[in-house]
């Protein structure tokens, strides 16, 4: 077991056709070696599980990791918890390179991102 850091990039969607690399997470995360989020882990690391939302043309955001339940979300720093973006079914889903991950963010929107590095 391993903190890992995952970054996702915005895949393709109706604005941005090739989809961006300026826009997206970084965040650091407790994986299995099969790419699963470890809950147990993250108790242990939770201060750790730190994440960084970048998007051109905006400031970045940063905040943590959190795990509510059995879902997985983006907190980010002076905003309330009902503010949360949370990551679409990642209990279920393997953080691996070049598979896709969906994140509703602060406008509702649930977007996709693909997952450009684990390391």
Not at 9 to 34: I, M
Not at 96 to 110: C, M, Q, R
Request: charged fraction near 35%; glycine fraction near 8%.
């Amino acid at each position: 077991m391993a903190l890992r850091l995952v970054r996702l990039e915005l895949a393709r969607d109706h604005d941005f056709p090739d989809g961006s690399a300026t826009r997206g997470y970084e965040f650091v995360a407790p994986l299995t070696s099969d790419g699963h989020l470890d809950a147990e882990e993250w108790r242990t690391n939770k201060d750790s599980c730190t994440v960084r939302r970048f998007w051109e043309g905006e400031d970045d955001e940063n905040g943590l990791l959190r795990h509510v339940g059995r879902g997985w979300h983006f907190h980010y720093e002076g905003q309330q918890m009902d503010d949360d973006e949370p990551l679409f079914k990642l209990d279920r889903h393997s953080i691996v390179k070049d598979e896709y991950l969906s994140v509703t963010e602060h406008d509702g929107s649930l977007r996709t991102f693909r997952v450009a590095q684990v390391k």
